[in-house]
């Protein structure tokens, strides 16, 4: 079954400390990869894409095909990356996308 | 632009009645989605239209759902017979005509829907 798993619903580093959110998904075929976030208050936006392979407010995940993993990687955590981050899923096909069940990054001064 | 507009913004319904939502997307974007969201969850996809065309419908859905998208621009949803289980964030997003890649999603504020 196609499914995005992420596997922590609460992330809390401190400011300065690198951080990892982890996803893993399920799909036989081309996968294309999204993290979505949304700060507080705010409606969900796309943070990056996998085949942009670009860095966002410091930022960046890689596509590993082998371990069908795409954690979201930050060398050191702001206090204004507190948000819910969610992993996201789109088919070969271009059709739907799918979502994972969301990470809360909590930043600690 | 204001982006994707979603009415209404809450929706307080008695159990067994109908209710219907409205999603107006960004213009020209082809591509419209609705999901569904439950506390401490992700999105749940629901459906998606390509232009009026709708592509493909969640197996998890209900027979009591059904979605519209008369013109390609706005669409609707309705829940006929709620239960208090349909209570949740209706979200509705609209992108770009993919082509070979998925495109960006563009999400509206969502339909907050509580039955009691």
């Not at chain 1, 082998?66 to 507190?82: N, R, W």
């Not at chain 2, 232009?51 to 706005?74: H, V, W």
Request: proline share 5%.
């Amino acid at each position: 079954a196609q499914r995005v798993t992420q596997p922590e619903k609460l992330l809390s580093v401190f400011k300065g400390a690198p951080v990892e959110l982890k996803c893993n998904y399920s799909y036989s075929g081309s996968p294309e990869l999204f993290w979505y976030v949304q700060y507080s208050r705010q409606r969900l936006q796309l943070l990056l894409r996998h085949i942009s392979r670009e860095s966002i407010k410091g930022f960046t995940a890689d596509l590993n095909k082998g371990e069908t993993s795409f954690h979201l990687k930050k060398p050191f955590a702001q206090e204004e990356d507190s948000a819910m981050y969610y992993c996201a899923l789109g088919f070969s096909s271009a059709s739907k996308i799918i979502f994972g069940s969301g990470t809360r990054l909590s930043i600690r001064p | 632009d204001t982006g994707v507009s979603q009415d209404p913004r809450h929706k307080i319904t008695k159990r067994g009645q109908n209710v219907t939502f409205r999603c107006d997307p960004i213009s020209e974007h082809n591509r419209l989605y609705w999901y569904r969201q439950t506390l401490g969850q992700g999105p749940e996809f629901l459906t998606y239209f390509q232009n009026e065309a709708q592509l493909e419908k969640s197996r998890l859905l209900s027979d009591r759902f059904s979605a519209e998208r008369p013109k390609g621009s706005f669409s609707t949803l309705e829940i006929q017979r709620t239960e208090q289980g349909d209570s949740a964030m209706y979200l509705c997003a609209s992108s770009p005509d993919p082509g070979t890649h998925n495109e960006k999603l563009f999400f509206g504020s969502g339909t907050q829907l509580s039955v009691l």
